[in-house]
């Protein structure tokens, strides 16, 4: 936007990471603007629980496939790819996949300036309609704001994009899916790693549990004792 003295201004209550046109995530520099979401803080703890699932176990010869679904700016996969899981192990296959076109060309600016573009694969996908592997591991920081909590977000919030935020009326809709199609897509005893919404740690943990594949192998809370991240394992 540009005032009547052609001086650039910004809308009221852009948030400072658009203004800037960045965000620093697990340590790295992300370029975001109003086509993805803000990268937070909570989520470098999904970072860190599948970073130490992937190395739990496994020896340098391992193949290691890593699914990060709703990339938005990349975060997620980037840091997985330019942190220690991927140090001195070849061929360990980072894909990320969203449906936005935007988001992910953001995604790629962002691995290129992260010096980690030829260790992923992008994908545009509405969740696994366009993905075919199988896969170790699966991450996502899905859409989880419920229709009626709209109301109280924050300005701010509410200048991030509507589909990064959005879960459908009682904001679950995305991990519903994900369960659902899971065993098409995940190797045996394989992990699905996911963020969840404040109080979404019960109705999360039940869709896993009726899905009878899956059970939850641990939940990680954030640093204001909010559980954050749901760590799921193929039983069946
Ligand atoms: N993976 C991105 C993040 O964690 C985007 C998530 C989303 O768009 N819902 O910030």
Do not use: H
């Not at 996949?97 to 992923?120: Q, W």
């Not at 075919?132 to 009626?148: G, H, L, M, R, T």
């Amino acid at each position: 936007m540009t005032n009547r003295c052609g001086i650039k201004t910004v809308e009221p209550y852009t948030p400072i990471q658009y203004v800037m046109g960045s965000a620093e995530f697990c340590g790295l520099d992300f370029r975001v603007d109003e086509r993805v979401l803000i990268p937070r803080p909570e989520t470098e703890l999904l970072v860190a629980s599948a970073a130490r699932l992937a190395l739990r176990g496994r020896t340098r010869a391992d193949t290691l496939n890593i699914l990060d679904l709703c990339t938005g700016s990349g975060n997620i996969a980037i840091s997985l790819a330019a942190g220690p899981l991927t140090k001195g192990k070849s061929n360990c296959k980072i894909i990320a996949s969203d449906i936005s076109a935007d988001a992910l060309k953001v995604a790629a600016r962002n691995a290129i300036a992260n010096g980690v573009y030829n260790r992923i694969e992008f994908v545009k996908s509405d969740l696994f309609s366009d993905i075919k592997d199988q896969f170790d591991i699966i991450v996502s920081n899905p859409p989880y704001i419920a229709e009626n909590e709209f109301l109280t977000l924050q300005e701010e919030v509410l200048r991030e994009p509507r589909i990064a935020l959005y879960g459908g009326v009682d904001g679950l809709d995305f991990y519903r899916r994900i369960i659902d199609a899971l065993p098409g897509y995940l190797k045996r005893g394989g992990y699905v790693i996911t963020e969840i919404g404040y109080q979404q740690k019960n109705a999360v943990s039940d869709i896993i549990r009726k899905s009878g594949a899956f059970e939850v192998s641990e939940i990680v809370k954030d640093r204001n004792g909010i559980d954050r991240i749901i760590i799921a394992q193929w039983i069946n």
